[in-house]
């Protein structure tokens, strides 16, 4: 907080403050070594507080089978830290209330400032935060700085006008005018009357707890007092779903609270109302009936829920589509729409990763490279079509006649190339008869010539541990001079390439 705005609150002749009782009750709080009979004694002498701490050992927030008859029994219900800090809340709320200012709406702030508090502690109950009694004084002080603030700037909430119970909105209108919130300005005020660092930090972080990291040990403490205002507001809003929802993720996000069990809260905090309501003795107009409020944050949530599975099916949906079209984009880029054998580019990846593997493994791995015989004459002499048909026809020939494991691609036009993993010269050897013979025996049905018989040249290079070769585009091309090899000398006829190595290389 800038030094101009805290010489301000100092001097305000009207600034809230304390009454005597809660100064000696702060006094008591600060002390290690305060026991039953000084509160008891202090309490004493404010019979109407004291009545109103037993009225609360008697409520049914803390249920006892026994009536509580005076304070002693009172303090032992409650316990020491849990009377110090309703003891507060009593004395500090009956000070308070009497202040008055221009632009507030009172009834609205003690209106939240009790539903607040009601909330708060039964937060810190469902996430077992401990000092719940302090989580209704922090609650309940959460906006403290509002009061101050009306005192001082006494335009400030005056020009605002949007709905004050919209606090989000009331906070920006504070940012825009002052530079902070009255977050910060109630936790100057606590420190000013010496309450705890948890208590301030809670305070300060009401607005936006974002700052206060998780690993902090007052974390859950602060959280859940941010928690409780908004809270508050889904009552005093009353059938605003969208609010109801975006508090419920953050009740998710902060404290890990399901929507099932945020409602439940809320369910308890309906219950409690009336009975913090009579506590306070307050004069404030009665709320609408909160029943009506969690019926329809049910329904909001079960029609979330419900939506939520929805565009999760949809997505789902969605998924499988996407994953239908990769697969398709996947098929065409892999495998040659008109043959059904590997595209050029994903030929040029096969052969890389087949290289790169024999090499590692130190393992054979042959490159056999395929051309068919005259095949511009088929296309001269039957048209396009026909050869198309031819083509295919080829490669299902060449297809069969390979082991599960090896690879056929399409080069280009009517050349292929067919990748052996692990097969040895002798190996090859074998399968280039076959081949060749399936060519000779083989007609290719097409409807000008039904007998139409195309042969086939190969060429083959290996790659051996014994005689390896360092990249395989070197083997490709040893492939494709012995095909070459072949096609000139005839067609119909397969070359390796350890036969013509030691001859003049041929020319393509």
Known sequence: MNPELEKKLQACPNLPSPPTVAIQIIQLANQPDTDFQRIIELLSCDPALASKILRIANSPIYPYVKKVENLHQALMVLGLNATISLALSFSLVQSLQSTKGKGLDYNLYWKR???????????????????TA?????????????????????????????QQSHHASLISHEERALGLSHGAVGSWLLTQWNFTDRLRLAVAGSDDPSHIPGRDERAR???????????????????????????????????????????ETLEVIKERLPEIAGLFDTTLPTWDDPKVIIENARESLLLRNLQALKQVEELRINTVNMEAQFHNLEET??????????????????????????????????LIFADLDKFKSVNDTYGHHAGDVVLQSAARLLLSKLRATDMVGRFGGEEFVLILPKATTSGAEFVCERILTAFRETAHEISENPNLIVTIS?????????????????????????????KIHGGNQATFFHSIMNKQPVSR
């Open 134 to 162: 302090e989580l209704y004084l922090a609650g309940l002080l959460q906006d403290l700085g509002m009061l101050a603030l009306d005192q001082v700037f006494p335009e400030l909430y005056l020009t605002y006008t949007g």
């Open 333 to 366: 880029h892999r495998y040659d729409s008109l043959t059904g054998t590997f595209t050029r580019a994903y030929l040029d990846q096969a052969l890389e990763t087949s290289f790169q593997q024999a090499v590692a493994k130190e393992e054979c791995l042959t």
């Open 113 to 131: 400032a009790l539903m607040a508090g009601t909330a708060c502690q039964v937060l810190g109950s469902f996430c077992e935060v401990d000092e």
């Open 458 to 486: 190969l060429g083959i290079a290996t790659h051996t541990p014994a005689k390896p070769y360092t990249q395989v585009a070197d083997l490709l091309q040893n492939a494709d001079e012995s095909m070459y090899h072949s």
């Open 221 to 263: 403490f602060a959280y859940c007092v941010s928690l409780s205002g908004k809270m508050a507001e889904i009552f005093l809003r009353e059938t605003d779903d969208n609010y109801l929802q975006t508090v419920t993720r953050q009740a998710s996000t902060l404290l890990q609270l399901n929507s099932e069990t945020f409602l």
